[in-house]
Structure formats: structure tokens, C-alpha cells
């Protein structure tokens, strides 16, 4: 009978493309995600949630990695260690998901349902988690190298856990799928609710994000189904995550594309070269202001005014306006008069007001102004618009 030290020394360490992938994609998700969790506010609330999500994907990967590799031996107690975290991949998808769109905090007291699961799971395994060196080696050698004998264990030994470890994948799956629908159908229901027919707007890139999120995590349940049916254990996962350092590369370069890093005016703007010295401000903030204050209703709204009330320069604010949503001040302020003169246009209480009353109502200086602004927002004159409603 072989000892443990002699199966272990029979446990091949490799490292080829694949292995370089994964680790690729281990580093840059650790290192965005870091990123993400450091550099954004308190009050994006949604990519924190986008940062703890790929700072597990990068964990899971960690363990892949390691059994691909064969490097597991070293460190067997960790086999395995990850399966509870898989069990949260969707649900940190589907909440950064709900974040971005709703503008909801995500919190364990309003979200706790979500995290049920993965850590019913994990209390599951607990004996599992305690075992010795010897039966983390015969779960890593059944699902990577079958071929090589594994230790002998006394024949009454204790095998209870396995009564859900073997459901674990579909458990997974059916996690995927659930999620999934959850995610098509928050996307559905928020761009049918708030469409805005302005490329720019920065609502129309939030549903573009979230639509590429949630094509992602399609892609991503196709490809965890394709080798969950084709491969008995866990011998096919390093192509998930090969998968998985594809999307960080895009995420990367995204994030990248949309860093003011390239831009020409970087070294020496107005913004760079204006010598400020107050803090600067988030779009956050100033959304907040604006809509709990309805501070575009009035006429004498003004990026000056605005920079007193929020205590920063007008620079500033015209700067995260400008990079956040790609749209200048009047256009972010007339976004909001936009969408409220659109109620109050097909709005019964408004009815007795002309068309002219209502743009003073929603803070617009003059009827023509009021006229091109919302042309520009909606593509059609107040009146196609009231016309095309009923």
C-alpha cells in the first residue's frame, strides 16, 4: 500500500497556454477589482458590488488554477475550499444588475435571501472542510488524474457530506438560470419604463451596460453547461475560466477606453490647469442634489448656483457632468425638465395649462427654448409628442 507521500509525488505539475491564461486572468481580476473596492465612491453603490463579484470569480479561478496546474498538492486542505463562493456567482451578478438600474443600496439586511444558499452549502461541508490530507487528495486525483491509484481509507469511513456535494452542479445551474431570468427580466421592465431616445444620455448607457452584463452571464451559463455535460467532474472547468480572462480583458478595456488617461486635454485642461484647491465631486452627489431638491424646476438653475449649494467650484461640476454623461450642464439640467414635462404633457391635472405654461412649470426661460430641448430629448415637438399618445 502506498503512503501519501508516494501518491502525491505521482500528482504531475504542468503549465502550458492554458495555465498562463488562467493566471492572466486571476491577475487582472484581482487587480481591477481592487481597483474598483478602492477608487469608487461610497455612494456606487452598484460597482462595489461589481468589485466584490470579481474579486470571487478571480478566488474560484485561484482554485482552478492550482488543480490544473497539480500545484493543489502542496496545499490539499485547500481543495474544493472555493464551492460555496461558486454558488455566489449569479446572485452578485444579478444584484450588481439591480444596483445599476435601480440605484439601490445592496445590503446583507434587505439581501440576506440571496446568500442562503451558498452558505447552507458551506455549513453542508464542514465535515468535508475538516478532513485530512488523505481524502482532499482522492477528491483532487477522482476529478483530475483517476488514473493514479488513490489512499486507502478505513472502509467505514464517513462520506456523509456527499449527499449534496454530488448535487453541486446543478445546484449551480439552476442558480445560473434563475438568475438569469431575474436579470432579463429587471433589464426588460426599467428600459420599457424609462427609454430615452437621447444616445447620450446616461440612463441609455446604464442599459447597455446592463444588457452586456447580462449576455455575459448567458454566455457564461452556456459555457458552464457545455462542460458540465461533457466532463463527469471537474476536469473541464479551466475552459470556464479561460472564458472568464476573456471577459476581464474586455472589462479592462473598457474601463480603460473610458479613462480621461488618453484623452488629449489630460495634461493640460482647464480642469488640470484652473489651480482649484476644493475636493472635487462625484456624479452621485450631484444626481442626488438635483433630484431630492428638484433643483431643476427652477429658472435660475446654473452651474454656479449649483457649485455654491453642493460647496465646490462650478469647474468641477461641469467636469463630472462632462465625463460621467457625456453632456454639458443645460443638457443634464433640461434631461430632468424633459421627463417631467412629458408627464405633465398627457397629465390630466395639467391639462387647463398651455403648452408654454408647462415648460415654465418645469423651469425652462422660454417657450423656444423649451421647444428645442425637448426636440433634442425626444425627437418630436411637444405637440407630435402629445399627438402620438393619444
Known sequence: MQSIQQVIDQIPIRHNLVSYGISLGIF?????SLVILIRASKKSNAFKVYGWSLLIQSIIAM???????????YIPHLNDST?????LLAPSIYLFVQSLLEQTAITIKKHWIHIVIPIAYFISQLKFYFQPKSVKINAYLGAYHPKISSIQLPDDFDYSYHWIKDELRWLILGSFIFYIILSIRLIAKHQ???KVVNAENIRLNKFNFSKNTALGFLAFFILVFIVFVNFDNDGGDHYIFIFHTILVCITSFVLLSESRFFENSWLADKYETSKIKDNPIFIEEIETYVETKQYYLQESASLKDLAKALNTHPNYISQTINASTHQNFNDFINQYRIEISKKRLLDKEYKHLTIEAIAHSVGFKSKATFYNAFKKHVAVSPGAFIKLHK
Open 28 to 32: 487582472l481580476g484581482v487587480l481591477l
Open 63 to 73: 482554485d482552478i488554477f492550482l488543480c490544473y496546474t497539480g500545484l493543489i498538492k
Open 83 to 87: 464551492e460555496p463562493l461558486v454558488l
Open 192 to 194: 420599457a419604463k424609462k
